[in-house]
Protein backbone atom coordinates (compact mmCIF):
# COMPACT_ATOMS: atom_id res chain seq x y z
CA UNK A 1 0.00 0.00 0.00
CA UNK A 2 1.33 3.44 -0.50
CA UNK A 3 2.86 5.47 2.42
CA UNK A 4 3.14 8.86 2.57
CA UNK A 5 5.86 10.18 5.13
CA UNK A 6 6.04 13.37 7.21
CA UNK A 7 8.36 14.57 9.79
CA UNK A 8 6.36 14.56 12.99
CA UNK A 9 7.45 17.92 13.69
CA UNK A 10 8.70 21.54 12.00
CA UNK A 11 10.02 24.96 14.03
CA UNK A 12 10.38 28.42 12.47
CA UNK A 13 10.81 31.73 14.14
CA UNK A 14 7.87 34.40 13.29
CA UNK A 15 8.45 36.06 9.28
CA UNK A 16 10.86 33.06 8.21
CA UNK A 17 9.78 30.56 6.08
CA UNK A 18 8.62 27.19 6.72
CA UNK A 19 9.17 23.84 4.48
CA UNK A 20 7.02 20.44 5.18
CA UNK A 21 8.05 17.71 3.22
CA UNK A 22 5.78 14.64 2.15
CA UNK A 23 7.79 12.01 1.15
CA UNK A 24 6.41 8.96 -1.34
CA UNK A 25 7.42 6.92 -3.99
CA UNK A 26 7.35 8.51 -7.31
CA UNK A 27 5.06 11.59 -5.66
CA UNK A 28 5.86 13.59 -8.50
CA UNK A 29 3.65 11.42 -10.77
CA UNK A 30 0.34 12.10 -8.49
CA UNK A 31 -1.46 15.51 -7.16
CA UNK A 32 -0.80 16.58 -3.50
CA UNK A 33 -3.40 18.11 -1.92
CA UNK A 34 -2.38 19.91 1.86
CA UNK A 35 -4.58 20.31 4.61
CA UNK A 36 -4.25 22.64 7.83
CA UNK A 37 -5.77 21.47 11.03
CA UNK A 38 -6.10 23.81 14.59
CA UNK A 39 -6.69 22.09 17.43
CA UNK A 40 -10.41 21.35 18.34
CA UNK A 41 -11.15 22.51 14.72
CA UNK A 42 -11.72 21.00 11.34
CA UNK A 43 -9.11 20.62 8.30
CA UNK A 44 -9.05 23.08 5.88
CA UNK A 45 -7.37 22.97 2.51
CA UNK A 46 -4.61 25.37 1.88
CA UNK A 47 -3.03 24.04 -1.63
CA UNK A 48 -4.82 21.44 -4.12
CA UNK A 49 -3.19 19.71 -7.05
CA UNK A 50 0.05 20.14 -5.70
CA UNK A 51 0.65 24.40 -5.97
CA UNK A 52 -2.79 25.73 -6.27
CA UNK A 53 -4.41 27.66 -3.67
CA UNK A 54 -8.39 27.63 -2.38
CA UNK A 55 -9.47 31.43 -2.70
CA UNK A 56 -9.05 32.76 0.80
CA UNK A 57 -6.04 31.30 1.22
CA UNK A 58 -3.25 33.33 1.70
CA UNK A 59 -0.28 33.89 -1.18
CA UNK A 60 2.20 32.81 1.51
CA UNK A 61 1.26 29.51 1.34
CA UNK A 62 2.57 27.31 -1.61
CA UNK A 63 3.22 24.02 -2.71
CA UNK A 64 5.75 21.99 -5.02
CA UNK A 65 5.80 18.55 -5.71
CA UNK A 66 8.50 16.68 -7.62
CA UNK A 67 10.46 12.96 -7.82
CA UNK A 68 9.76 11.34 -4.17
CA UNK A 69 8.66 14.29 -2.44
CA UNK A 70 6.09 17.13 -2.46
CA UNK A 71 6.87 20.22 -0.35
CA UNK A 72 4.32 22.71 1.57
CA UNK A 73 6.09 26.44 2.11
CA UNK A 74 4.69 28.71 4.30
CA UNK A 75 6.66 31.90 4.21
CA UNK A 76 6.42 34.78 6.27
CA UNK A 77 5.33 32.57 8.92
CA UNK A 78 2.74 34.42 11.65
CA UNK A 79 1.92 32.85 14.85
CA UNK A 80 -1.78 31.89 13.68
CA UNK A 81 -0.21 29.54 11.33
CA UNK A 82 0.73 26.95 13.93
CA UNK A 83 -1.43 24.07 13.74
CA UNK A 84 -0.68 20.54 12.31
CA UNK A 85 -0.21 19.95 8.33
CA UNK A 86 -1.30 16.60 6.62
CA UNK A 87 -0.71 16.04 2.78
CA UNK A 88 -3.12 13.66 0.75
CA UNK A 89 -2.70 11.66 -2.44
CA UNK A 90 -5.31 9.25 -4.12
CA UNK A 91 -3.72 6.23 -4.70
CA UNK A 92 -4.98 4.65 -7.88
CA UNK A 93 -3.73 1.33 -7.85
CA UNK A 94 -5.32 0.73 -4.65
CA UNK A 95 -8.44 3.32 -5.21
CA UNK A 96 -8.07 4.74 -2.09
CA UNK A 97 -7.36 8.42 -0.13
CA UNK A 98 -3.91 8.31 1.44
CA UNK A 99 -3.00 11.00 3.96
CA UNK A 100 0.53 11.45 5.18
CA UNK A 101 0.63 11.00 9.50
CA UNK A 102 0.71 14.85 10.16
CA UNK A 103 3.39 17.81 10.82
CA UNK A 104 2.69 19.93 13.71
CA UNK A 105 3.75 23.57 13.06
CA UNK A 106 5.48 25.16 16.06
CA UNK A 107 6.20 28.99 15.74
CA UNK A 108 8.56 30.22 18.30
CA UNK B 1 -22.60 29.97 2.01
CA UNK B 2 -21.53 26.54 1.05
CA UNK B 3 -21.38 24.37 4.20
CA UNK B 4 -21.96 20.88 5.58
CA UNK B 5 -23.78 20.73 9.46
CA UNK B 6 -22.72 17.52 10.95
CA UNK B 7 -25.14 15.57 13.91
CA UNK B 8 -24.19 15.78 17.51
CA UNK B 9 -21.82 13.85 19.73
CA UNK B 10 -22.83 10.35 20.67
CA UNK B 11 -21.78 7.40 22.97
CA UNK B 12 -22.37 3.76 21.62
CA UNK B 13 -21.47 0.67 24.28
CA UNK B 14 -18.90 -2.29 21.99
CA UNK B 15 -20.34 -3.94 19.40
CA UNK B 16 -23.75 -1.21 18.62
CA UNK B 17 -23.89 0.69 15.64
CA UNK B 18 -23.72 4.44 14.76
CA UNK B 19 -25.28 7.03 12.42
CA UNK B 20 -23.43 10.00 11.55
CA UNK B 21 -25.50 12.59 9.80
CA UNK B 22 -24.56 15.21 7.59
CA UNK B 23 -26.59 18.36 6.22
CA UNK B 24 -25.52 19.78 3.08
CA UNK B 25 -26.39 23.69 2.07
CA UNK B 26 -25.20 26.25 -0.19
CA UNK B 27 -24.93 24.34 -3.53
CA UNK B 28 -26.56 21.70 -5.76
CA UNK B 29 -25.97 18.86 -3.49
CA UNK B 30 -25.98 16.15 -6.29
CA UNK B 31 -23.22 17.74 -8.18
CA UNK B 32 -20.41 16.56 -5.64
CA UNK B 33 -19.58 13.69 -3.79
CA UNK B 34 -19.18 12.98 0.27
CA UNK B 35 -15.99 11.55 1.68
CA UNK B 36 -15.75 10.73 5.52
CA UNK B 37 -12.75 11.27 7.68
CA UNK B 38 -11.95 10.06 11.12
CA UNK B 39 -9.50 11.17 13.54
CA UNK B 40 -9.09 9.33 16.93
CA UNK B 41 -7.98 11.11 19.76
CA UNK B 42 -4.23 12.59 19.04
CA UNK B 43 -4.06 10.59 15.72
CA UNK B 44 -3.89 11.60 12.42
CA UNK B 45 -6.65 11.16 9.52
CA UNK B 46 -8.10 8.30 8.46
CA UNK B 47 -10.34 8.21 5.03
CA UNK B 48 -12.71 5.80 5.31
CA UNK B 49 -14.98 6.14 2.18
CA UNK B 50 -16.80 8.06 -0.40
CA UNK B 51 -20.39 8.36 -2.03
CA UNK B 52 -21.62 9.69 -4.92
CA UNK B 53 -24.90 12.05 -3.85
CA UNK B 54 -25.35 11.82 -7.92
CA UNK B 55 -25.66 8.10 -8.11
CA UNK B 56 -25.09 6.36 -4.84
CA UNK B 57 -21.66 5.01 -5.69
CA UNK B 58 -19.70 4.10 -3.22
CA UNK B 59 -16.02 3.14 -2.49
CA UNK B 60 -15.06 2.11 1.15
CA UNK B 61 -11.68 1.63 2.58
CA UNK B 62 -10.87 -2.00 2.71
CA UNK B 63 -10.26 -2.17 7.01
CA UNK B 64 -14.21 -0.89 7.36
CA UNK B 65 -15.92 -3.00 4.12
CA UNK B 66 -18.76 -4.89 5.95
CA UNK B 67 -18.88 -2.42 8.99
CA UNK B 68 -19.76 0.86 7.36
CA UNK B 69 -22.66 2.25 5.09
CA UNK B 70 -22.87 5.23 3.30
CA UNK B 71 -25.90 6.45 2.62
CA UNK B 72 -27.63 9.85 0.79
CA UNK B 73 -31.09 11.55 0.89
CA UNK B 74 -31.26 13.70 -2.15
CA UNK B 75 -34.31 15.30 -1.12
CA UNK B 76 -32.73 16.83 2.25
CA UNK B 77 -29.15 17.07 1.05
CA UNK B 78 -28.25 15.02 3.48
CA UNK B 79 -25.35 12.28 3.66
CA UNK B 80 -25.21 9.42 6.14
CA UNK B 81 -22.15 6.94 7.48
CA UNK B 82 -23.51 4.22 10.00
CA UNK B 83 -20.75 1.88 11.20
CA UNK B 84 -21.75 -1.28 13.01
CA UNK B 85 -20.22 -3.30 15.68
CA UNK B 86 -18.24 -0.79 17.21
CA UNK B 87 -14.97 -1.70 19.00
CA UNK B 88 -13.37 1.08 21.58
CA UNK B 89 -10.81 1.84 19.10
CA UNK B 90 -13.64 3.56 16.98
CA UNK B 91 -13.57 6.18 19.13
CA UNK B 92 -13.15 9.28 17.07
CA UNK B 93 -14.14 12.62 15.33
CA UNK B 94 -15.61 11.68 12.13
CA UNK B 95 -15.72 14.64 9.78
CA UNK B 96 -17.85 14.43 6.62
CA UNK B 97 -16.25 16.34 3.64
CA UNK B 98 -17.24 17.26 -0.12
CA UNK B 99 -15.55 16.61 -3.25
CA UNK B 100 -16.68 16.99 -7.13
CA UNK B 101 -15.03 14.02 -8.27
CA UNK B 102 -14.01 10.82 -6.43
CA UNK B 103 -10.35 11.97 -6.67
CA UNK B 104 -10.41 16.05 -6.12
CA UNK B 105 -9.42 17.33 -2.69
CA UNK B 106 -11.90 17.87 0.15
CA UNK B 107 -12.65 21.58 0.02
CA UNK B 108 -15.27 21.73 2.39
CA UNK B 109 -15.52 19.92 5.51
CA UNK B 110 -18.26 19.54 8.55
CA UNK B 111 -17.47 20.39 11.93
CA UNK B 112 -17.49 17.18 13.14
CA UNK B 113 -19.04 14.83 15.01
CA UNK B 114 -17.47 12.81 18.56
CA UNK B 115 -18.11 9.36 18.87
CA UNK B 116 -16.95 7.28 21.92
CA UNK B 117 -17.55 3.68 22.43
CA UNK B 118 -17.18 2.90 25.99
CA UNK B 119 -18.53 0.07 28.21
Known amino acids: SYVLTQPPSVSVAPGQTARITCGGNNIGSKSVHWYQQKPGQAPVLVVYDDSDRPSGIPERFSGSNSGNTATLTISRVEAGDEADYYCQVWDSSSDRWVFGGGTKLTVL | QVQLVQSGAEVKKPGASVKVSCKASGYTFTSYGISWVRQAPGQGLEWMGW????????NYAQKLQGRVTMTTDTSTSTAYMELRSLRSDDTAVYYC????????????WGQGTMVTVSS
Open chain 2, 97 to 108: ARLREPTDAFDI
Open chain 2, 51 to 58: ISAYNGNT
